[in-house]
């Protein structure tokens, strides 16, 4: 995924409107504190936007991320669905909630790129700005909470596909939190199947961090060994 800094470091997993604001500080710098009526920056105080301005700035605590757990959180924020959470993952899983009885092929525009000075063909980075700005132009336009979440998860589906295409791999092994996500996980499994892939994804141990744990567990076995 597209890089981008995160204000606050890990006070952004309990605040996706930092995500937010880390990404489109990304995508349109400063300016992206006059926008008022962007839900992410109305969700802060002046005093609050000046220090998230500086932070980002300077660099000051704003680690850089590609994780697309805080991608979903930012996408939750742009459209208002939640700006603080009180567990870890609340966000993500509302944002998969706000898709039950929304049936649509849409998918927002999640091109692939080459990264800057880069000649290998393995590298390459998925682009959300193009998605950002279509969902920001949704909004906007009041298209409602479960049509953009639709379009975002079938971006990302079919931003796997075109990855796993483009690797040249027919085998597909998907893994990590996001794939907790029902809807991501079975539509995803689908298209790679419709186009001749071999998607393997978890059955018996969990994506997320209870699949780190047992791999840990492992780990520490065979030291003993």
């Known amino acids: 995924?597209?890089?981008?800094?995160?204000?606050?470091?890990?006070?952004?997993?309990?605040?996706?409107?930092?995500?937010?604001i880390g990404l489109l500080y990304e995508m349109s710098g400063d300016s992206i504190f006059e926008q008022k009526n962007v839900a992410p920056v109305a969700a802060f105080s002046p005093r609050e936007l000046a220090t998230?301005?500086?932070?980002l700035a300077k660099k000051l605590n704003s680690p850089v991320t590609t994780s697309?757990?805080?991608?979903?959180?930012a996408v939750a924020s742009l459209i208002n669905l939640r700006q603080q959470?009180?567990?870890?993952g609340q966000a993500a899983m509302e944002l998969e909630f706000a898709?039950?009885?929304?049936?649509?092929?849409?998918?927002?525009?999640?091109?692939?790129?080459?990264?800057?000075?880069?000649?290998?063909?393995?590298?390459?980075?998925?682009?959300?700005?193009?998605m950002i700005?279509?969902?920001l132009a949704d909004v906007e336009k009041g298209v409602s909470v479960g049509i953009i979440s639709a379009k975002f998860h079938n971006a990302l589906l079919e931003g796997i596909v075109a990855v796993a295409k483009r690797a040249g791999q027919d085998r597909v092994v998907l893994s990590g939190g996001c794939f907790q996500n029902r809807y991501l996980t079975e539509h995803v499994v689908r298209r790679l199947q419709a186009e001749g892939f071999r998607p393997y994804w978890h059955q018996r141990v969990p994506p997320?961090?209870?699949?780190?744990?047992?791999?840990?567990?492992?780990?520490?076995?065979r030291r003993k060994e």
């Open 208 to 221: 997320n961090d209870g699949g780190i744990a047992l791999g840990q567990v492992v780990a520490a076995l």
């Open 52 to 55: 998230l301005e500086t932070m």
């Open 99 to 130: 898709l039950d009885g929304v049936n649509t092929g849409e998918a927002y525009p999640l091109p692939i790129e080459k990264p800057a000075g880069t000649t290998d063909k393995s590298e390459m980075i998925l682009n959300w700005s193009p």
């Open 1 to 20: 995924m597209r890089p981008f800094r995160l204000p606050g470091g890990d006070q952004a997993v309990k605040e996706p409107r930092r995500s937010a």
């Open 85 to 88: 959470i009180r567990f870890e």
């Open 133 to 135: 700005e279509a969902i």
């Open 68 to 73: 697309m757990g805080r991608l979903f959180d």
